[in-house]
């Protein structure tokens, strides 16, 4: 009996995973999940899931189910504009720390020819 309703479990977990209503819920993890701390990975994993969702309302349109397909479409629309305002800030923090960084470079490269010029004087000085 128990294996029975351990066998229906996995059955509607498995169903629910399927469902364009279970992969809404992964790309909200997905997205949250990216939103927090983006990598290629975690952009990569999103994207599937966003792919896998658009087959599900195919599929539903396919079928006849246009409200469902609609309800969606509507709300993988809202995930791509919030996937794609990540991306942007994403962006942005990557261009931010490639200037900042860039400019710590030219810090220290101003330092280094200080510091040469500085030991060349001494040496031109030395008696």
């Known amino acids: 009996m128990k294996l029975h309703a351990a066998l229906a479990m996995v ?3 498995l ?8 992969t809404v819920a992964t790309a909200r ?8 701390a983006p990598d290629n990975g975690k952009q990569e994993a999103l994207e ?3 792919t896998m ?23 993988a629309a809202t995930l ?3 996937f794609q305002a990540a991306r942007m800030a994403r962006a942005l923090n990557d261009a931010k720390n490639a200037i900042q960084g860039f400019g710590d470079a030219i810090k220290e490269a101003g330092k280094s020819f200080t510091e040469t010029l ?3 004087s001494k040496e031109t000085n030395a008696p």
């Open 80 to 82: 791509r504009t919030d």
């Open 29 to 36: 993890k997905q997205l949250t999940e990216y939103q927090t």
């Open 118 to 120: 500085g030991n060349a």
């Open 48 to 50: 599937k899931t966003l």
């Open 53 to 75: 969702l658009d087959e599900q309302i195919a599929g539903l349109e396919k079928k006849g189910d246009l409200v469902q397909a609609d309800l969606f479409r509507r709300q």
């Open 11 to 13: 059955a509607l977990f």
């Open 15 to 22: 169903v629910g995973c399927d469902s364009p209503q279970g």
